[in-house]
């Protein structure tokens, strides 16, 4: 049997993944875990955050799974590609999906586009049909400071274990991501020393890569990925 832990993001929630999370289980027999981690959710509370709490959370779901089923996969997008590669490192992942994981940098340059396109539909009075703004709208002033902080930690913490990761890994980024820019794809690749990695690069994807255009796509791609390993 096969237990499939599936991490969403910072201040995000299981939303974030849903529609991959939905496609595996319509697809397989896998069981499917999408935790929430502490403060996440619909309902954003992250005044007490921290890395080490999230961390954990994402560890003892990992934890139920590896009691119950043979095979685990692990699939994080975003901070959470961070905390299931320091989980692959410590624990025996059959295989590690990584989805616009937040490894290193930031893009200044597609942050600026991104919020120029928000402005302009502001101006022309369009924003509520900007799909960037609709998703970052319910953040704006509810994410304290400490919280950014705490995401910094975690970078900082889980990149020291990157090349400690044994486990077959596919590497997905949307080349238009404002919070992770492609280049990022690269630096994990370097990092990571599974003997098979693949990469892929989707044109039209912004950040929330589960849910833009080429989910359809990237659903596929996740599926057959993880079905090589399975049959």
Request: net charge neutral; with cysteine; proline share 3%.
């Amino acid at each position: 049997m096969i237990g499939c832990l599936i991490i969403h993001g910072y201040t995000g929630g299981p939303y974030e993944v849903e529609p991959l999370a939905n496609y595996l289980r319509d697809s397989t027999d896998w069981h499917i875990e999408v935790p929430t981690l502490p403060g996440h959710g619909t309902e954003l509370n992250l005044k007490d955050a921290s890395y080490k709490r999230w961390i954990q959370a994402a560890e003892e779901e990992l934890q139920k799974l590896i009691d119950q089923f043979d095979t685990i996969y692990v699939i994080g997008f975003s901070m959470g590609g961070m905390i299931a590669s320091y989980l692959a490192a410590k624990y025996d992942i059959a295989k590690l999906v990584l989805l616009a994981t937040s490894g290193k940098y930031l893009s200044l340059k597609q942050i600026s586009l991104d919020v120029a396109a928000v402005v302009g539909d502001g101006i022309r009075g369009t924003l509520k049909e900007n799909e960037l703004f609709n998703h970052y709208k319910r953040k704006m002033g509810v994410v304290p400071l400490k919280a950014h902080f705490e995401f910094m930690k975690l970078i900082r913490f889980t990149r020291k274990y990157l090349d400690k990761v044994n486990s077959p890994v596919l590497i997905a980024q949307g080349q238009l991501d404002g919070m992770v820019p492609y280049k990022t794809a690269y630096y994990l690749d370097k990092e990571i020393h599974s003997e098979k990695k693949e990469v892929v690069f989707f044109e039209r994807s912004k950040h929330l890569i589960c849910l833009g255009t080429d989910k359809d796509t990237l659903n596929n791609m996740v599926y057959d990925f993880l079905m090589e390993s399975s049959a």
